[in-house]
């Protein structure tokens, strides 16, 4: 009893396991054949029998399979447990049923089964098994399920199999429909194809044509959106300047329509005037929202591009090359498009418009054309606002100076008045009522003879009279007597203009007794003067004349010459005051006299076997002050004494040439020339020479800063000296 439990408990592990490897060798399968197939290859695996079979119908064919993928159709079933089966499927109403029927006595082999495979109630196939070794009885609960499934599967494929086969024959038939539709396809393809070429050409052509008529049109709308943007611009520009009043307004304004009504991103407009009274430059600019252009990279630009007074474009800025340089600035304000436009007025002012758009090709013909106009209309109205200014400026200007002239008139100390043609006063200032002692308002429309002194009416008529005929007269003087009965003497600058006498006098009474009060002083200083000259004259002729007795006391021959040509020299000083005591000028002397008389009185001073010694003076017409004249007097001296005592020392014959010459900008050059002997060999006059010259060289040097050169050779010795004849003011 213990041995049955055990070997039922290990009959139902057995039958599980098996169970579980059926389950999943389905579960492995894919599509109905293999579902079949699989089904009885598990069966026989796990029943381990020789061999499985199925029997299923489709429509009216009987199918075989077994478990080796075998498949055919048979006519008919020649298997008695299989036809037993069959016979039997009306009533069979369970599996165990079936099993008890075909495990009766009368079966001949007990391990053939046979199990019919239902599925609701009807009958799908027959499962045949051969030789099975094992009881099934304890695999009647997983067989019953599995054979479930198995029905299941065979009766879809029977219904797949019937569905396919009538879809098949519904195929042919779509077949031959389809291929009669195919070749009427064909046939309505070419012609339709024809038809679509035919219609393609006329589209294409219509479409060319609608291409060109679209273009056209979106041209002509372009077209009249930049002209009625041009109107509206202009229209707005001509307002503006009707109404502007100043330049920055006008300028303001200007950049703001440009703007608006052109669409533009961003406008800059640069400004400057350059004239004698000033010099300014202002910048306007208009923008939209966004990103835009410094005024100092657009300044940038336009002293690199603009050289002349023609507009620049700029259509596409990222192709241009000539802002290859700027281009990061360009693509961060988004900017395609830029022109720079000029323009300038008749004056000095000068203009310079730019203007920015984000659209490529913004600036056409007609916008340059526009701009053109607009800028025509700028300089216009800069005119206008330029003349209204000078208009207002000249009138300000005018009312100025007429103050000016009415307050010049009326407080000038001079005597202004205006007269007609009849010597009747029309206007006068305030100084002829301080003069007359009467109101201006009384002397008005009154004949100027009534104030004139008697005496001095007919010169003053006709003084009129030279005024009536278009003279002018000038530094006339008659007398005029005041209320008070005083006369006054006036000096007169009068011209006729337009019927009217435009006079200006002043009263010089104070000044002529002055005059004549320094006219007197005057004569008493040069009569002093011309007695000091005289004076000194005389005391250095004392002098001299003491000079002569003491030498003639000497017996000392060198001494005698010292003291000769000292007396020379004071006599050359005094001749200078005897030629200003003679002359009317007190302070300049004639040279060419000067010199003539002091040669004359050299000649005179020494021996007599030099008096026949040629001495020739060659001067214009110069005139020095006596500063001036006594060292060049010394220096003639001098060296006319040099000459004869060196040059001349063995002959009585010889020419000696005096020349005093103006050389311009107040320099004279005095040459004094001889035929003599010259100076020895190696003598240097500045170093060698005595006394006479170093005077020589220090008068031209030291007192009158000149300079000295001298030239020497056995034809003679030529001295030159230079110096500035304006180096003495004028004292008297």
């Known amino acids: 009893m213990e041995l049955s439990h055990l070997q039922k408990f290990a009959q139902e592990r057995a039958s599980l396991e098996l169970s579980h490897h059926m389950q999943s060798e389905l579960s492995k399968s894919v599509g109905l054949d293999n579902t079949v197939m699989t089904m009885l290859r598990v069966v026989q695996e796990a029943l381990h029998c020789a061999k499985v079979q199925v029997y299923y119908w489709i429509d009216t064919e009987i199918h075989l399979e077994d478990a080796m993928g075998y498949h055919t159709v048979v006519e008919r079933i020649n298997d008695p447990l299989v036809n037993r089966v069959m016979q039997d499927r009306i009533c069979c109403k369970s599996l165990r049923a079936i099993l008890r029927?075909?495990?009766?006595?009368?079966?001949?082999?007990?391990?053939?089964?046979?199990?019919?495979?239902?599925?609701?109630?009807?009958?799908?196939?027959?499962?045949?098994?051969?030789?099975?070794?094992?009881?099934?009885?304890?695999?009647?609960?997983?067989?019953?399920?599995?054979?479930?499934?198995?029905?299941?599967?065979?009766?879809a494929k029977r219904l797949g199999y019937t569905q396919l086969k009538q879809m098949?024959?519904?195929?042919?038939?779509?077949?031959?429909?389809?291929?009669?539709?195919?070749?009427?396809?064909?046939?309505s393809k070419a012609e339709l194809e024809l038809r679509i070429k035919e219609q393609t050409e006329h589209l294409a052509a219509t479409n060319s044509r609608l291409q060109i008529e679209l273009e056209e049109r979106l041209r002509i709308e372009m077209t009249l959106r930049r002209s009625n943007r041009s109107y509206q611009a202009l229209a707005a520009c001509s307002q503006l300047?009707?109404?502007?009043?100043?330049?920055?307004?006008?300028?303001?304004?200007?950049?703001?329509?440009?703007?608006?009504?052109?669409?533009?991103?961003?406008?800059?407009?640069?400004?400057?005037?350059?004239?004698?009274?000033?010099?300014s430059s202002s910048s306007f600019s208009g923008i939209k929202s966004g990103t835009h252009l410094?005024?100092?990279?657009?300044?940038?630009?336009?002293?690199?591009?603009?050289?002349?007074?023609?507009?620049?474009?700029?259509?596409?800025?990222?192709?241009?090359?000539?802002?290859?340089?700027?281009?990061?600035?360009?693509?961060?304000?988004?900017?395609?498009?830029?022109?720079?436009?000029?323009?300038?007025?008749?004056?000095?002012?000068?203009?310079?418009?730019?203007?920015?758009?984000?659209?490529?090709?913004?600036?056409s013909q007609d916008e340059v054309q526009l701009f053109k106009e607009i800028t025509k209309l700028v300089v216009n109205a800069l005119a206008q606002m330029q003349q209204k200014e000078l208009r207002i400026q000249t009138?300000?200007?005018?009312?100025?100076?007429?103050?000016?002239?009415?307050?010049?008139?009326n407080l000038s100390h001079d005597l202004l008045c205006i007269v007609d043609d009849q010597g009747n006063f029309i206007r006068l200032n305030l100084a002829w009522e301080r003069l007359l002692g009467i109101p201006t308002n009384i002397l008005l429309n009154t004949p100027f003879r009534n104030y004139v002194y008697p005496p001095d009416i007919p010169t003053t008529e006709v003084q009129m009279q030279a005024l009536l005929e278009g003279k002018?007269?000038?530094?006339?003087?008659?007398?005029?007597?005041?209320?008070?009965?005083?006369?006054?003497?006036?000096e007169w600058r009068a011209l006729m203009h337009d019927g009217y006498v435009y006079a200006s006098a002043r009263n010089i009474s104070e000044r002529k007794k002055l005059e004549a009060t320094l006219s007197h002083s005057l004569h008493e200083k040069e009569t002093l003067l011309q007695e000091l000259y005289h004076r000194t004259k005389n005391n250095m002729h004392v002098i001299c004349s003491m000079l002569d007795i003491q030498a003639a006391e000497l017996h000392d021959e060198d001494a005698k010459?010292?003291?000769?040509?000292?007396?020379?020299?004071?006599?050359?000083?005094?001749?200078?005051?005897?030629?200003?005591?003679?002359?009317?000028?007190?302070?300049?002397?004639?040279?060419?006299?000067?010199?003539?008389?002091?040669?004359?009185?050299?000649?005179?001073?020494?021996?007599?076997?030099?008096?026949?010694?040629?001495?020739?003076?060659?001067?214009?017409?110069?005139?020095?002050?006596?500063?001036?004249?006594?060292?060049?007097?010394?220096?003639?001296?001098?060296?006319?004494?040099?000459?004869?005592?060196h040059a001349f020392q063995d002959s009585s014959i010889g020419t000696i040439q005096i020349k005093l010459e103006d050389c311009g900008e107040s320099t004279l050059k005095m040459s004094i020339r001889d035929?003599?002997?010259?100076?020895?060999?190696?003598?240097?006059?500045?170093?060698?020479?005595?006394?006479?010259?170093?005077?020589?060289?220090?008068?031209?040097?030291?007192?009158?800063?000149?300079?000295?050169?001298?030239?020497?050779?056995?034809?003679?010795?030529?001295?030159?000296?230079?110096?500035?004849?304006?180096?003495?003011?004028?004292?008297?």
């Open 395 to 409: 009138n300000n200007d005018l009312i100025e100076k007429s103050l000016e002239l009415d307050n010049f008139f």
């Open 561 to 645: 010459a010292s003291y000769a040509e000292m007396s020379v020299r004071i006599r050359t000083m005094a001749l200078v005051h005897q030629k200003l005591y003679q002359a009317k000028n007190l302070s300049r002397v004639n040279m060419l006299d000067y010199l003539q008389d002091l040669v004359e009185l050299i000649q005179k001073s020494f021996n007599s076997k030099y008096r026949y010694i040629n001495i020739q003076v060659e001067c214009s017409d110069i005139q020095l002050l006596i500063d001036s004249a006594i060292p060049c007097g010394l220096l003639v001296t001098e060296l006319i004494t040099n000459a004869f005592k």
């Open 675 to 732: 035929d003599g002997t010259g100076f020895p060999a190696n003598f240097d006059p500045r170093k060698n020479g005595k006394t006479g010259l170093a005077i020589v060289y220090g008068i031209a040097e030291q007192q009158m800063q000149g300079k000295v050169n001298v030239t020497s050779d056995a034809n003679g010795t030529v001295w030159v000296i230079k110096f500035n004849a304006q180096l003495y003011q004028e004292r008297v």
């Open 101 to 155: 029927r075909i495990g009766d006595a009368d079966l001949q082999n007990n391990s053939d089964w046979a199990y019919p495979l239902i599925c609701e109630e009807e009958l799908i196939g027959i499962v045949k098994i051969e030789n099975a070794f094992e009881a099934i009885d304890h695999l009647q609960p997983y067989l019953e399920i599995f054979f479930s499934f198995a029905a299941l599967s065979l009766k």
């Open 294 to 363: 410094s005024i100092s990279l657009l300044a940038e630009i336009e002293d690199s591009v603009l050289h002349s007074f023609n507009p620049v474009l700029f259509p596409d800025i990222s192709n241009d090359k000539r802002l290859d340089q700027w281009l990061e600035s360009f693509a961060a304000s988004n900017m395609q498009s830029y022109c720079i436009f000029p323009f300038h007025s008749a004056t000095e002012e000068r203009g310079v418009i730019h203007l920015l758009s984000t659209q490529t090709n913004a600036f």
């Open 472 to 490: 002018e007269v000038v530094d006339y003087v008659n007398r005029y007597l005041d209320s008070h009965g005083t006369i006054h003497d006036i």
């Open 241 to 279: 300047m009707a109404v502007a009043e100043s330049e920055s307004i006008l300028f303001e304004g200007l950049c703001q329509i440009l703007t608006d009504s052109c669409g533009y991103e961003q406008v800059h407009l640069h400004y400057a005037q350059f004239s004698m009274e000033r010099h």
């Open 168 to 187: 098949k024959d519904l195929l042919e038939k779509e077949i031959i429909y389809r291929r009669a539709s195919e070749r009427d396809l064909e046939k």
